[in-house]
């Protein structure tokens, strides 16, 4: 039983940044990965980033590795998304996600409810 609340989305202009973060709280799992996916309307869910819980393991998607940065703070119990250089092809609901670490992604357990960010041209 693990709820998982993400922050930080809103509009921004092409070029600039957003710093996303997501809570967990009720029973959560140490050693559980955390990651990022994303979702535009009419597309599947697609995956972003994930983190280990060392933070010692990072996978980036190739369409956003070199802008975006993923973190943890397992004392917070929180994982952030820092994204630069957003471009408008990253609008979408930013969900966050954890579970046990994949190879090439996080194999989900529980999902956030997301946060919409906009990148205006």
């Known amino acids: 039983q693990v709820q998982l609340v993400e922050s930080g989305g809103g509009l921004v202009q092409a070029g600039g940044s957003l710093r996303l973060a997501c809570t967990a709280s009720?029973?959560?799992?140490?050693?559980?990965?955390m990651g990022w996916f994303r979702q535009t309307p009419g597309k599947e869910r697609e995956f972003v980033a994930q983190?280990?819980?060392?933070?010692?393991?990072?996978i980036y998607a190739e369409s956003v590795r070199g802008r975006f940065t993923v973190s943890r703070d397992n004392a917070k119990n929180t994982v952030y998304l820092q994204m630069n250089s957003l471009k408008p092809e990253d609008t979408a609901v930013y969900y966050c996600?954890?579970?046990?670490?994949?190879?090439?992604?996080?194999?989900?357990?529980?999902w956030g409810q997301g946060t919409q960010v906009t990148v205006s041209s």
């Open positions: 996600a954890s579970g046990p670490i994949g190879v090439t992604q996080i194999r989900v357990n529980y």
């Open positions: 009720g029973r959560t799992i140490s050693g559980y990965a």
């Open positions: 983190i280990s819980w060392t933070g010692t393991r990072i």
